[in-house]
């Protein structure tokens, strides 16, 4: 599938109503849901919320290539450990997959706002 074919699929089925779309723009606000670049860190995408694929470190190492991010956010722990080593620490940003059970994920996840809006005003 060509890159930006895959780029509106990944937008438009995390947005079109799913629980991992509602919680991000929640939490991070949908004008800054709209300046970020959505990648999935496997190239298989899950049409169910039970969908686990191992992270395809090939791939997010092209896609980071390709796109020559600032920064990048890792939700939950399959991309946190794919990323690990392919971009640097500094840049890298973590939090809780959104639709993580865990307590405190929505915190987290705003906790990444002001980060994001300063390097989107450095820009």
């Given at each position: 599938?060509?890159?930006?074919?895959?780029?509106?699929?990944?937008?438009?089925?995390?947005?079109?109503?799913?629980?991992?779309?509602?919680?991000l723009k929640h939490c991070l606000g949908e004008d800054l849901c709209d300046t970020i670049i959505w990648?999935?860190?496997?190239?298989?995408?899950?049409?169910?919320?039970?969908?686990?694929?191992?992270?395809?470190?090939?791939h997010l190492a092209a896609r980071i290539q390709d796109e020559d991010p600032d920064m990048v956010i890792?939700?939950?722990?399959?991309?946190?450990?794919?990323?690990?080593?392919?971009?640097?620490?500094?840049?890298?940003?973590?939090?809780?997959?959104?639709?993580?059970?865990?307590?405190?994920?929505?915190?987290?996840?705003?906790?990444?706002?002001?980060?994001?809006?300063?390097?989107?005003?450095?820009?």
């Amino acid at each position: 599938m060509r890159e930006c074919a895959r780029r509106r699929l990944i937008n438009y089925a995390l947005f079109a109503g799913c629980a991992t779309g509602r919680v991000l723009k929640h939490c991070l606000g949908e004008d800054l849901c709209d300046t970020i670049i959505w990648e999935e860190a496997s190239l298989e995408i899950g049409g169910r919320a039970a969908s686990y694929f191992p992270a395809d470190r090939a791939h997010l190492a092209a896609r980071i290539q390709d796109e020559d991010p600032d920064m990048v956010i890792a939700f939950g722990k399959i991309a946190r450990d794919g990323l690990t080593g392919l971009f640097p620490a500094e840049r890298l940003l973590t939090a809780p997959h959104p639709t993580a059970r865990q307590a405190g994920v929505f915190d987290q996840i705003r906790a990444l706002r002001p980060r994001l809006e300063a390097a989107r005003a450095i820009v």
